[in-house]
C-alpha cells in the first residue's frame, strides 16, 4: 500500500532526518526557487558536499548505520560502504583499531574517515565520541595529569577547566586540534543537533477549505525565495509570506529575516480557493505598510547616480565672463555669412509657401542621378539596382552597379546552396569553411 510506505517514510525522517534524506537523490529536495535552471551535475555535486559536511558533523554509528549513510562518511565510497555494512551485521566492530585491518582500509583511508566512524558500547568509551583514534593519546594525556582514567574525563567539564588548552600545544598538535578534542570531552559522545521542536498542527484543519481570514495558525518555512517564504500550517497547500509582509520595516529579500524550517506563528490574509493560494502574514496586526528607506528609494535601487543612489548633481555651468563652456554652440553674430545665407534660404522657402523641410525634400527629390522608376517590370524592386541608383545616374535601377555589389553577387552566384540532405556535421563544415574563405578575403 503506497499510503503505508509513505507513513514508514515519515516516521523515518522524524525519528532521523540525516538517514532519510541521505537515503534519496537531494536534488529532488525542491532545495531553492529555480534550482532547476543551474546545471544538475553541478548542483548534484554541491550537494553531495553539504551531506558529507552533516555527515562527518553529527558522526555515523558504524555497527547501525546502512550503506547509504556511510557512503556519505569523508574517504569512504560506496564499494567500501557496502562491505562495512555486511561485515557490521555478521560480527558487530568492538573498536575502531578493527578498521586498521579491514581489508581496503590502509592508513591513510582510516587518519580520513577515522573520527567519524563511532562504535557505542564498545571497548574504548572513546570510540564513540568525535574525537579521532590519533588524539587518544593526547586524552591519555590529560587524564594523567590529573590522576585519571580517560574516560572519567567525559562530561567531566570541572575536571576540564582546571586544565590550560595551551599547555598541550606541539609535537605537532596545533591549538585548534587541543579545543576540539576539549570540545568533545566535554559533550561526552552526546549528539551535536538541537532537540526538534515540531509546529503544533490543529487538528480540525486539513484543507484549504477549512481556512479562513484572520485565522492565526503555528507553521514552519519550508521554501525560501526573494520574493517570499513558503510556510506549511498542517493543511494540503502551503502558504505565501509576500517579502512586503514579512517585518514591519522594508524587507528587501525574505532571506535576510527568516529561514528554513524556521518555526513561525502566521496570520491568514486571504484563502483563494479558485487558484489554490494562500496568503499569510508575521506582520504586527494593524501595522502600516513598510516603507522603504528615509529617502524613499529601497536598496535594490541604489545605484551610482541613479535612484536610491547618491543623487545627480547638476553640471555647472560657468558664468558668462568665464567664456563659453567647451562643446557648446556658439551663437553667431549678427551679419555673419552664415546667418546672411540661412536667412536667404529662409526667405526663399516663404516665397515659395513652403514650411522649413518641404524645400529640403524638394531638393532630395529632384537631385540629379535619382531614377524615377525605381522598380523594375514585374513589381519588386531589385535589390542591387535600388544600391546602384542612390551611387549615380545610369540605366536599370538608378545607374551602373559598383564593384563590390557586383562581387557580392557574383560570390553567392559562384557558391551553390549546400544540399539540406547531407549530415550536419558536413554542413557545418562547409559552412565554416566559406566563413574561413570571407574572413581571408576581407583580410
Known amino acids: ?15 532521523d532526518p540525516l538517514i532519510e534524506l541521505t537515503r534519496q537523490d537531494l536534488r529532488s529536495l525542491d532545495v531553492g526557487s529555480y534550482h532547476g535552471d ?16 552533516c555527515v562527518a558533523h553529527v558522526g555515523v ?35 575502531r583499531a578493527e578498521l586498521r585491518s579491514f581489508p581496503g582500509f590502509d592508513e591513510q583511508r582510516f587518519h580520513w574517515s577515522g573520527g567519524f566512524l563511532r562504535i557505542r558500547g564498545g571497548d574504548n568509551p572513546l570510540d564513540g565520541t ?18 585519571l582514567e580517560p574516560k572519567d574525563l567525559l ?67 519550508t521554501k525560501l525565495a526573494s520574493f517570499g517564504a513558503f510556510v506549511d500550517v498542517g493543511v494540503d497547500q502551503e502558504g505565501l509570506i509576500h517579502v512586503s509582509e514579512i517585518s514591519d520595516e522594508f524587507v528587501g529579500d525574505a532571506g535576510d529575516h527568516v529561514r528554513l524550517w524556521q518555526k513561525l506563528t502566521v496570520r491568514i490574509l486571504g484563502v483563494d480557493l479558485e487558484r489554490r493560494r494562500l496568503s499569510l502574514s508575521i506582520r504586527s496586526p494593524g501595522a502600516r505598510k513598510p516603507r522603504r528607506a528615509e529617502d524613499g528609494r529601497g536598496p535594490r535601487d541604489r545605484r551610482p547616480g541613479g535612484p536610491g543612489g547618491e543623487a545627480r548633481r547638476p ?23 552664415g546667418v546672411r545665407r540661412e536667412r536667404k534660404r529662409w526667405d526663399d522657402r516663404k516665397a515659395v509657401g513652403e514650411g522649413p523641410r518641404e524645400g529640403d525634400r524638394r531638393r532630395k527629390r529632384d537631385r540629379p542621378g535619382r531614377s524615377e522608376d525605381r522598380t523594375r517590370e514585374g513589381g519588386e524592386a531589385d535589390r542591387d539596382g535600388r544600391r546602384g541608383g542612390r551611387r549615380g545616374s545610369g540605366e536599370e535601377g538608378g545607374g551602373e552597379r559598383s564593384p563590390r ?39
Open 38 to 53: 543551474v546545471d544538475q551535475e553541478f548542483l548534484g555535486a554541491v550537494l553531495s558536499e553539504v551531506a558529507q559536511s
Open 315 to 337: 553640471r555647472p555651468r560657468p558664468a558668462a565672463a568665464d567664456g563659453p563652456v567647451p562643446g557648446a554652440a556658439v551663437p553667431a553674430a549678427e551679419g555673419a555669412p
Open 61 to 95: 554509528d558504524l555497527n547501525s548505520a546502512e550503506a547509504h549513510l556511510l557512503a556519505c562518511v569523508p574517504g569512504l565510497d560506496r564499494e567500501r560502504a557496502v562491505a562495512l555494512r555486511e561485515r557490521a551485521m555478521k560480527e558487530p566492530f568492538r573498536s
Open 155 to 221: 562530561g567531566n567539564s570541572a575536571a576540564l577547566d582546571s586544565l590550560d588548552p595551551q599547555g598541550f600545544v606541539g609535537d605537532g598538535l596545533p591549538l585548534e586540534t587541543v579545543q576540539y578534542t576539549f570540545t568533545q570531552l566535554r559533550d561526552g559522545g552526546r549528539d551535536p543537533r538541537a532537540t526538534f521542536d515540531p509546529p503544533q498542527f490543529r487538528d480540525d484543519l486539513k484543507s484549504l477549505e477549512d481556512l479562513k481570514e484572520g485565522m492565526t495558525l503555528e507553521g514552519v518555512v
Open 405 to 443: 555589389v557586383i562581387e557580392q553577387k557574383a560570390r553567392r552566384e559562384a557558391e551553390p546552396e549546400i544540399d539540406p540532405n547531407l549530415p550536419e556535421t558536413e554542413q557545418f563544415r562547409l559552412k565554416l569553411e566559406r566563413l574561413r574563405r570571407k574572413f581571408e578575403k576581407g583580410r
Open 1 to 15: 500500500d503506497p499510503r503505508v510506505l509513505q507513513a514508514i517514510s515519515i516516521a523515518r525522517l522524524l525519528r
Open 130 to 147: 568525535g574525537i579521532h583514534p590519533d588524539q587518544y593519546e593526547l586524552v591519555g594525556t590529560m587524564a594523567a595529569k590529573l590522576g
